[in-house]
């Protein structure tokens, strides 16, 4: 296994798994960090045997978000030279399914880390928030535009417009949440759900996840048309014959992933 210093990853038949591991600052999502967690993703992004990946914290947090310390002297000179943050973006390139399992504080980062992800299971004493406001910061790896696009703009501006924490049963309410479990169920739930995915075709669920997300960048018109270009390019798939040839003759499909 690599050896990380932030980051445990292990794997659970078919599901690779990433656990945040700095316990003594919640989390906080140091440069380092965020670089491991971009390794461990394109490791099973590359790993043939892995069909859906978590990502989780621990029991206190997911992640309290960027670490604070480190930005103490950050100047927009340096961060507009080197990009800051823009490595964060990495992990929406990631095909394969990723779920975060948050119990405890998402925080900033944290709340924007769980937001890049395609599923959030939460736990139920959970609390999410874009409190960067009380740095005399504003949310920086995609904050404004995710929570706005799933939850609106006026929750989403009284939220990062006053930093207020929210909890996993508004978030859940609010459709940014998929769903609430207790406490020590969250990770097993999330493990579980990407063992769902990854029992199907991968191609295929990489095209669905494809699918759904372009429909936050496309209006309905290209979406479906969108949609319906990737539908018809299933059916070259070896993987898309056995699904119907299975169906008709009452089997179970044994998929080939090509
Ligand atoms: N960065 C660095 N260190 C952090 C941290 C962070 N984001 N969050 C917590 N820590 C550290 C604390 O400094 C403290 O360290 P010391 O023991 O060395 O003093 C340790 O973790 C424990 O924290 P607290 O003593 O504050 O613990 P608490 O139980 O009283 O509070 C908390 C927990 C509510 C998570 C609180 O620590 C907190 O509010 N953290 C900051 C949350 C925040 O503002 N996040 C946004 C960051 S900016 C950002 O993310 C920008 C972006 O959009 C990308």
């Not at 020590?184 to 739930?189: F, N, Q, T």
């Not at 759900?193 to 429909?215: C, D, H, Y």
Request: with cysteine; proline share 3%; aromatic share 10%.
């Amino acid at each position: 296994a690599p050896n990380y210093e932030h980051i445990l990853t292990e794997s659970h038949d078919k599901v690779g798994l990433i656990t945040l591991n700095r316990p003594k600052t919640f989390n906080a999502l140091s440069s380092d960090l965020f670089h491991e967690i971009n390794d461990a993703l394109k490791k099973f992004e590359n790993d043939s045997s892995i069909g859906a990946i978590v990502i989780t914290g621990n029991e206190r947090a997911f992640s309290a978000g960027a670490d604070i310390k480190e930005m103490l002297n950050q100047t927009f000179a340096n961060s507009y030279k080197t990009n800051f943050l823009f490595h964060w973006g990495e992990i929406n390139n990631i095909k394969k399914p990723v779920i975060a399992a948050v119990n405890g504080f998402a925080l900033g980062g944290g709340c924007e880390l769980a937001m890049s992800c395609d599923v959030i299971y939460a736990g139920e004493t959970a609390k999410f928030g874009q409190p960067e406001i009380k740095l005399g910061l504003i949310p920086g790896a995609g904050g404004t535009q995710r929570l706005t696009r799933v939850i609106g703009k006026s929750k989403a501006m009284e939220l990062v417009l006053s930093g207020r924490t929210f909890t996993a049963q508004e978030a859940e309410q609010w459709g940014l949440v998929s769903k609430v479990f207790p406490v020590g169920e969250v990770l097993e739930k999330a493990i579980e759900l990407g063992q769902e995915f990854a029992g199907f075709s991968q191609p295929v669920i990489q095209a669905a996840k494809e699918s759904v997300n372009s429909a936050y960048e496309l209006s309905l018109r290209e979406g479906c048309h969108f949609e319906r270009r990737i539908f018809q390019a299933l059916f070259s798939l070896n993987d898309a014959k056995e699904g119907k040839d299975a169906f008709a003759n009452k089997r179970e499909a044994k998929w080939t992933h090509d």
